[in-house]
């Protein structure tokens, strides 16, 4: 480290030197390109504003210089010259700004390049508005609104480009899940967002942000790596400072962050001032196997000229995206300049005149719309490529990624916004690994310890096993099945061992779950595999998979269908409504008869004679077989309406009776009726507060043996009338039982089995994704078959289906009734009036002819 330290300020000293010997030639030698003595030149000011101190401030003050000395050296007849005034801004924001201020109202400049951090963009965005001079932007940082800012012109690759790129490279490598390294600083804290928004564009999570100041102790990032080391994601993005990053680095290979199954990713603040030529040994070792990203710039004959120049003149072997870009940037400056025909300010310069920042009273320049316009036309062919300004920024270029082998660095793939990643092979990863770490995320040097809960009563689910021989615990049943066919499906390995976890009284409750599960909160467990319920309290703690059993609760109780009472077939209806449907076919039947008496010849002669064939009529609409010929229309009309109601009565009847004999019912509203339950689970509370349960009698019971029994027994030999427990259990005991006993209700009222794991464990959602595939393809149905012996599908057709048989009362048919009373009502009345009407016809027909419309009518009657 102190090496790299010393390093540092030797290049940084030798950078200064340049720029010092840079100025001091254009000084004493008039004949320079800059030519500031020829009357026959126009001297335009450009403003500088960068860091001096930094290495990335000299780098870009450099390329700018050799910019205007080429540009001035092929474009001799130009009639402008630049004329640079750089100022140093030593990285404080508040002296940039008044560095700018000094430049535009000093020395007029038309231009000003630098603005290398995002607050120095916004700050200077705002000042270009007001003084309409352009403002060039070295920043990668994201950039601001065009339309609000029109005089920031950002020359570089907007960051966020990078980020996507990224995210598309993890979601190659099917990464779920990564760790972002960021500098505590301002550009780091800028990034973090838009990082975030596009690894969750493709569904990638950024677990762990962790964040390390360039001024970090050694010991400070040592600690914060064996932090990092302790959590299970192998894939970090760093995202920091070059030299910052050079720390990082060497730090993560001496914790062991560097060997097989790690992946390491560095953006481009990185791998642009990756010089393997003048890293020391340690550096370029520990950077083996890392990927990193570059933007692409195509390969020609200025670049090549350029980067000779650039190696006899720096220490650097070749020059970065940012060298290139700022000398880019210088020839689309003075290119614009020319063509806008710019002069000089006709007040001069002042220089020496320091003046208190008046930023409501500071001029307007006169030619900066003219030289914006030129800016965003201007195009031409340089080091970068196809060099124009779309929407007042610089297009992206595609990204190179790289991976860094030996003392070099090697191209395994490209990447663009169109077409995505392409290649990705041939990859050596840390340690000296050719399998992506995808692979090996989980292998770590000890395996997941499982713990598994000593079940008693219950062994189908779960069962332990000691082996005396290896002293290894061996784990069986259903869920153990479901698991191991979970993990068996992932596309990596992941080594585990169960170990037991016991209770002093071997009886398993819901407080030893809950401490089992706090286990994993405290890492003395990786995971639990058992029966352990979904609930809202414990997910606040650890993470839980997809239920693999189904949800809620559901109740039996012994099947009594062979112990039904004589006269089972009248429960659907009340005594009141069989009483009343009764009565209703005496007076249907008395009814049709007044009203055929007269002129039905079926319904004449003695009493013994009519009354057995009006009741065949009556009580033959039961079933619709009916046959007797009426002679008027109101019995026609009557028997309409009657048999509607017939009809509705029968189907209703045969509905309740059919679901009284499909669904063994049993009377949960009854107080204190008798009902068991899983000792110690939280089943206890659930049967509480059901509305359906008036003050019941909780009988606790711990293996499904005791079910049995206490169910045969009832509650007149010690036991329960009914078992509410979780439908897993449930099913389980069906299953064993199922020809003596019979499931009456479900509600899904709880959340099923779940497998348990440490908050963010990347496992959950793979063995969530595997568990569905599983119930999708039928295998969780066949483990079910495996142990719980048969057919486990025993829900009732009615998943809701309610706890107590429904009784049709009087009160439920009291519409019908009303029609059937307003009917019998109605016909006595109308007959009345056709009497009345027929016999005073029959006397006026003798006294006066009868009109044709009065006989139409009386032969419908």
């Given at each position: 480290?102190?090496?790299?330290?010393?390093?540092?300020?030797?290049?940084?000293?030798?950078?200064?030197?340049?720029?010092?010997?840079?100025?001091?030639?254009?000084?004493?030698?008039?004949?320079?390109?800059?030519?500031?003595?020829?009357?026959?030149?126009?001297?335009?000011?450009?403003?500088?504003?960068?860091?001096?101190?930094?290495?990335?401030?000299?780098?870009?003050?450099?390329?700018?210089?050799?910019?205007?000395?080429?540009?001035?050296?092929?474009?001799?007849?130009?009639?402008?010259?630049?004329?640079?005034?750089?100022?140093?801004?030593?990285?404080?924001?508040?002296?940039?700004?008044?560095?700018?201020?000094?430049?535009?109202?000093?020395?007029?400049?038309?231009?000003?390049?630098?603005?290398?951090?995002?607050?120095?963009?916004?700050?200077?965005?705002?000042?270009?508005?007001?003084?309409?001079?352009?403002?060039?932007?070295?920043?990668?940082?994201?950039?601001?609104?065009?339309?609000?800012?029109?005089?920031?012109?950002?020359?570089?690759?907007?960051?966020?480009?990078?980020?996507?790129?990224?995210?598309?490279?993890?979601?190659?490598?099917?990464?779920?899940?990564?760790?972002?390294?960021?500098?505590?600083?301002?550009?780091?804290?800028?990034?973090?967002?838009?990082?975030?928004?596009?690894?969750?564009?493709?569904?990638?999570?950024?677990?762990?942000?962790?964040?390390?100041?360039?001024?970090?102790?050694?010991?400070?990032?040592?600690?914060?790596?064996?932090?990092?080391?302790?959590m299970q994601e192998r894939v970090f993005v760093i995202h920091v400072s070059h030299f910052l990053a050079f720390r990082i680095l060497v730090y993560a290979k001496r914790v062991g962050l560097m060997s097989q199954g790690y992946a390491w990713i560095v953006t481009d603040k990185?791998?642009?001032?990756?010089?393997?030529?003048?890293?020391?040994?340690?550096?370029?070792?520990?950077?083996?196997?890392?990927?990193?990203?570059?933007?692409?710039?195509?390969?020609?004959?200025?670049?090549?000229?350029?980067?000779?120049?650039?190696?006899?003149?720096?220490?650097?072997?070749?020059?970065?995206?940012?060298?290139?870009?700022?000398?880019?940037?210088?020839?689309?400056?003075?290119?614009?300049?020319?063509?806008?025909?710019?002069?000089?300010?006709?007040?001069?310069?002042?220089?020496?005149?320091?003046?208190?920042?008046?930023?409501?009273?500071?001029?307007?320049?006169?030619?900066?719309?003219?030289?914006?316009?030129?800016?965003?036309?201007?195009?031409?062919?340089?080091?970068?490529?196809?060099?124009?300004?779309?929407?007042?920024?610089?297009?992206?270029?595609?990204?190179?990624?790289?991976?860094?082998?030996?003392?070099?660095?090697?191209?395994?793939?490209?990447?663009?916004?169109?077409?995505?990643?392409?290649?990705?092979?041939?990859?050596?990863?840390?340690?000296?690994?050719?399998?992506?770490?995808?692979?090996?995320?989980?292998?770590?040097?000890?395996?997941?310890?499982?713990?598994?809960?000593?079940?008693?009563?219950?062994?189908?689910?779960?069962?332990?096993?000691?082996?005396?021989?290896?002293?290894?615990?061996?784990?069986?049943?259903?869920?153990?099945?479901?698991?191991?066919?979970?993990?068996?499906?992932?596309?990596?390995?992941?080594?585990?061992?169960?170990?037991?976890?016991?209770?002093?009284?071997?009886?398993?409750?819901?407080?030893?779950?809950?401490?089992?599960?706090?286990?994993?909160?405290?890492?003395?467990?990786?995971?639990?595999?058992?029966?352990?319920?979904?609930?809202?309290?414990?997910?606040?703690?650890?993470?839980?998979?997809?239920?693999?059993?189904?949800?809620?609760?559901?109740?039996?109780?012994?099947?009594?269908?062979?112990?039904?009472?004589?006269?089972?077939?009248?429960?659907?209806?009340d005594a009141r409504m069989w009483i009343a449907a009764t009565c209703s076919f005496f007076i249907i039947g008395a009814t049709i008869w007044v009203i055929e008496y007269p002129i039905n010849p079926t319904f004449q002669g003695p009493w013994q004679d009519v009354v057995g064939?009006?009741?065949?009529?009556?009580?033959?609409?039961?079933?619709?077989?009916?046959?007797?010929?009426?002679?008027?229309?109101?019995?026609?009309?009557?028997?309409?309406?009657?048999?509607?109601?017939?009809?509705?009565?029968?189907?209703?009847?045969?509905?309740?009776?059919?679901?009284?004999?499909?669904?063994?019912?049993?009377?949960?509203?009854?107080?204190?009726?008798?009902?068991?339950?899983?000792?110690?689970?939280?089943?206890?509370?659930?049967?509480?507060?059901?509305?359906?349960?008036?003050?019941?009698?909780?009988?606790?019971?711990?293996?499904?043996?005791?079910?049995?029994?206490?169910?045969?027994?009832?509650?007149?030999?010690?036991?329960?009338?009914?078992?509410?427990?979780?439908?897993?259990?449930?099913?389980?005991?069906?299953?064993?039982?199922?020809?003596?006993?019979?499931?009456?209700?479900?509600?899904?009222?709880?959340?099923?089995?779940?497998?348990?794991?440490?908050?963010?464990?990347?496992?959950?959602?793979?063995?969530?994704?595997?568990?569905?595939?599983?119930?999708?393809?039928?295998?969780?149905?066949?483990?079910?078959?495996?142990?719980?012996?048969?057919?486990?599908?025993?829900?009732?057709?009615?998943?809701?289906?309610?706890?107590?048989?429904?009784?049709?009362?009087?009160?439920?048919?009291?519409?019908?009734?009303?029609?059937?009373?307003?009917?019998?009502?109605?016909?006595?009345?109308?007959?009345?009036?056709?009497?009345?009407?027929?016999?005073?016809?029959?006397?006026?027909?003798?006294?006066?002819?009868?009109?044709?419309?009065?006989?139409?009518?009386?032969?419908?009657?």
């Amino acid at each position: 480290m102190e090496l790299m330290s010393c390093r540092k300020h030797i290049i940084l000293t030798f950078m200064m030197l340049m720029n010092i010997t840079y100025q001091l030639h254009g000084l004493s030698n008039p004949s320079h390109v800059v030519n500031m003595s020829s009357s026959s030149k126009h001297e335009i000011p450009i403003g500088v504003i960068v860091d001096m101190t930094s290495l990335f401030g000299q780098m870009v003050h450099h390329s700018i210089r050799m910019a205007i000395s080429d540009f001035y050296s092929l474009n001799d007849e130009c009639k402008t010259r630049l004329v640079l005034h750089t100022r140093d801004s030593k990285g404080n924001p508040l002296r940039a700004l008044s560095d700018a201020f000094d430049l535009l109202e000093n020395l007029k400049v038309q231009a000003i390049i630098g603005l290398e951090t995002l607050l120095q963009a916004k700050l200077f965005s705002i000042l270009g508005e007001k003084t309409k001079v352009p403002f060039l932007s070295l920043t990668t940082s994201p950039p601001l609104n065009a339309a609000a800012h029109r005089y920031l012109l950002q020359m570089t690759p907007d960051e966020t480009i990078q980020w996507k790129g990224l995210a598309a490279i993890a979601e190659s490598f099917q990464w779920t899940n990564v760790i972002l390294v960021h500098e505590d600083s301002e550009f780091g804290r800028e990034s973090v967002p838009h990082i975030i928004d596009s690894f969750q564009d493709k569904k990638i999570h950024i677990s762990y942000k962790s964040s390390i100041s360039s001024l970090a102790t050694d010991d400070q990032i040592i600690d914060e790596l064996r932090k990092l080391s302790d959590m299970q994601e192998r894939v970090f993005v760093i995202h920091v400072s070059h030299f910052l990053a050079f720390r990082i680095l060497v730090y993560a290979k001496r914790v062991g962050l560097m060997s097989q199954g790690y992946a390491w990713i560095v953006t481009d603040k990185t791998m642009n001032f990756f010089d393997p030529i003048d890293l020391d040994e340690e550096v370029l070792e520990s950077f083996q196997g890392v990927l990193g990203l570059k933007y692409l710039i195509p390969s020609s004959i200025q670049l090549r000229n350029f980067s000779r120049r650039w190696r006899k003149e720096s220490l650097l072997s070749s020059p970065n995206i940012f060298n290139i870009l700022a000398y880019d940037t210088t020839f689309a400056v003075a290119t614009a300049v020319e063509r806008a025909e710019i002069r000089p300010s006709k007040d001069g310069k002042k220089v020496g005149a320091l003046m208190a920042m008046d930023f409501t009273n500071i001029r307007e320049s006169e030619s900066g719309k003219i030289l914006l316009k030129e800016l965003l036309n201007v195009r031409f062919k340089g080091l970068s490529g196809e060099f124009h300004l779309v929407n007042s920024k610089f297009i992206a270029k595609p990204l190179e990624i790289v991976n860094v082998i030996g003392k070099g660095e090697r191209r395994v793939g490209i990447w663009t916004e169109d077409d995505g990643v392409n290649g990705l092979e041939g990859i050596i990863w840390p340690g000296g690994s050719l399998i992506p770490p995808r692979r090996l995320i989980l292998q770590t040097s000890k395996k997941l310890r499982i713990g598994v809960p000593m079940l008693v009563g219950f062994e189908d689910f779960l069962t332990v096993e000691q082996n005396p021989l290896t002293n290894e615990t061996i784990a069986k049943g259903f869920c153990v099945d479901v698991f191991n066919a979970a993990i068996e499906a992932l596309s990596y390995e992941v080594p585990y061992v169960f170990v037991p976890f016991s209770v002093a009284n071997k009886k398993p409750n819901s407080e030893t779950y809950n401490q089992l599960i706090y286990e994993v909160y405290l890492q003395n467990f990786d995971a639990v595999v058992g029966d352990t319920t979904i609930t809202a309290n414990r997910s606040l703690y650890v993470d839980f998979t997809i239920p693999y059993t189904d949800l809620g609760v559901g109740t039996v109780t012994r099947d009594d269908q062979n112990l039904r009472k004589i006269w089972w077939f009248l429960e659907p209806l009340d005594a009141r409504m069989w009483i009343a449907a009764t009565c209703s076919f005496f007076i249907i039947g008395a009814t049709i008869w007044v009203i055929e008496y007269p002129i039905n010849p079926t319904f004449q002669g003695p009493w013994q004679d009519v009354v057995g064939p009006v009741l065949w009529f009556s009580f033959s609409t039961l079933t619709f077989s009916h046959k007797a010929k009426f002679m008027s229309n109101l019995s026609r009309l009557l028997v309409i309406v009657w048999l509607f109601i017939v009809l509705i009565m029968v189907t209703c009847y045969n509905a309740a009776l059919s679901s009284m004999l499909t669904i063994q019912q049993i009377q949960l509203t009854r107080r204190g009726i008798d009902i068991g339950y899983h000792a110690g689970s939280f089943i206890e509370g659930v049967i509480v507060n059901n509305s359906n349960f008036k003050e019941p009698s909780l009988l606790p019971y711990n293996s499904l043996a005791e079910y049995a029994s206490a169910l045969a027994g009832g509650s007149k030999k010690g036991g329960v009338v009914a078992i509410m427990d979780e439908f897993p259990y449930i099913k389980l005991f069906l299953a064993k039982y199922g020809s003596a006993y019979r499931l009456v209700s479900y509600e899904p009222s709880t959340n099923g089995f779940g497998f348990v794991f440490p908050k963010g464990s990347p496992l959950v959602p793979d063995i969530s994704r595997e568990i569905s595939k599983l119930r999708e393809e039928g295998e969780l149905l066949k483990l079910e078959k495996k142990w719980f012996k048969k057919d486990s599908s025993f829900l009732p057709e009615d998943s809701q289906a309610p706890a107590n048989l429904t009784i049709l009362t009087l009160y439920n048919f009291r519409g019908l009734f009303y029609i059937g009373g307003v009917m019998l009502a109605f016909m006595p009345l109308a007959y009345l009036i056709h009497f009345v009407y027929t016999y005073a016809f029959l006397i006026y027909h003798v006294l006066v002819a009868p009109p044709p419309l009065e006989l139409q009518m009386l032969n419908f009657l």
